[in-house]
């Protein structure tokens, strides 16, 4: 018979384990509570990137993902588009020049003026929670309201005391 090497794990491995375990834990509700403020959020973020330039539904879905790190796939935000449409704050019309027709959706003067009142309700909450990431001496208008909500998003501690109300 062959001994078998029978190794029992150290004091050191089963901690390193349990803090893996934990920051693992701890990621998974951070990006948690990302993605359910990005939700509550998401009719501003398209309507900020909207505000640059005209884009099509897949445009935005993948500007969403590489600016915050988060997929909200068509059956999310192609609603979204006809929502905002319908309420007047965005215009679409159909690129033909393309070899698949696209539908362009475009600011209106209405969706302008919901963002700009959604910017200073936004600076006021920033400013009333300390938590603006905000360089001093700049206002919301002058750094752009995308770092700020990318500074939400990204610090999951300033996130979780208010997760509760996120539910």
Not at 43 to 72: C, E
Not at 124 to 131: D, N, P, S, V, Y
């Amino acid at each position: 018979m062959s001994k078998k090497n029978i190794s029992y794990p150290s004091l050191t491995e089963k901690l390193l384990d349990r803090t893996t375990k934990w920051e693992k834990s701890k990621m998974n509700n951070t990006k948690e509570v990302q993605v359910k403020l990005m939700k509550g959020l998401l009719d501003l973020i398209v309507l900020q990137f909207l505000s640059s330039q005209p884009m099509h539904g897949y445009q935005i879905i993948t500007k969403i993902r590489k600016t915050f790190g988060v997929y909200f796939g068509p059956s999310t935000i192609y609603p979204l588009l006809n929502a905002l449409e319908r309420s007047g704050y965005v215009k679409s019309e159909w690129d033909m020049s393309n070899e698949r027709p696209r539908k362009v959706y475009r600011l209106t003067a209405e969706g302008r003026n919901l963002l700009n009142f959604t910017e200073d309700s936004l600076n006021f909450i920033c400013k009333k929670i300390g938590a603006t990431g905000i360089p001093k001496g700049m206002t919301l208008e002058e750094y752009g309201t995308q770092p700020v909500l990318r500074s939400f998003l990204r610090n999951g501690e300033n996130v979780k005391p208010r997760a509760p109300f996120l539910k």
